[in-house]
């Protein structure tokens, strides 16, 4: 299995701040990785494709970056209701996709 | 605009069968896509369970060994978890979701809660 290790597991960071997460795969993994954000209650919230494709609708203070084993989301400038959870996933290699282990964000 | 709704028992024995359905609306699971299975442990961890395609292939997380399956109803827009054997390592949230081999995941259920108990 490719193992996803996600960094920082939590952080507080202030309103306008920018904000980076990260996620290293065990292997290349070839860009096919997803972020993802989930608050309280709910389901995850696809936010970004393909290491770096903002999916409609997610505001473009989100982006990704990354190739082969190095991937990071960047939020650009810290807003209140970016609070939550974020994930990566890799879909390169299955059976099976992984999952990072999540960042806790939270406002300072 | 496409939609899937989990539902399931909420409550299982330990080695018993848990089976969920997930109830798609807004797209066809014949016309394309893989249907996924995708858990959240208490303690947030995610787990990709398995999926069945578009063509009724079906791939699964080996972890689970021999003790998952993924079925479908094509008429209904449906597709099925059972997990056999259950214990309460099974205890979960439990998401189904939409993917593209391109795209990942885009679109989640909600997620049912199953809890696993005596």
Redesign the interface.
């Known amino acids: 299995d490719i193992k996803m290790t996600q960094s920082p597991s939590s952080m507080y960071a202030s309103l306008g701040e920018r904000v980076t997460i990260t996620c290293k795969a065990s292997q290349d993994i070839n860009s096919?990785?997803?972020w993802?954000q989930?608050k309280p209650g709910?389901?995850?919230?696809?936010l970004i494709?393909?290491a770096n494709r903002l999916?409609d609708g997610v505001p473009s203070r989100f982006s990704g970056s990354g190739s082969g084993q190095d991937y990071s989301l960047t939020i650009s400038s810290l807003e209140y209701e970016d609070m939550g959870?974020y994930?990566c996933?890799q879909?390169d290699e299955?059976?099976?996709?992984?999952?990072g282990?999540?960042t806790k964000l939270e406002i300072k | 605009d496409v939609q899937l709704q989990e539902s399931g028992p909420g409550l299982v024995k330990p080695s018993q069968s848990l089976s969920l359905t997930c109830t798609v609306t807004g797209y066809s699971i014949t016309s394309d896509y893989a249907w996924n299975w995708i858990r959240q442990f208490p303690g947030n961890k995610l787990e990709w369970m398995g999926y069945i395609s578009y063509s009724g292939s079906t791939s699964y997380n080996p972890s689970l060994k021999s003790r998952i399956s993924i079925t479908r109803d094509t008429s209904k827009n449906q597709f099925f978890l059972q997990l056999n054997s259950v214990t309460t390592e099974d205890t979960a949230t439990y998401y189904c979701a939409r993917a593209g081999t391109y795209y990942g995941p885009d679109y989640w259920g909600q997620g049912t809660t199953l809890t696993v108990s005596s």
């Open positions: 096919y990785l997803s993802f989930q709910k389901s995850p919230k696809t494709y393909r999916v959870i994930y996933l879909y299955f059976p099976p996709w992984t999952f282990g999540g």
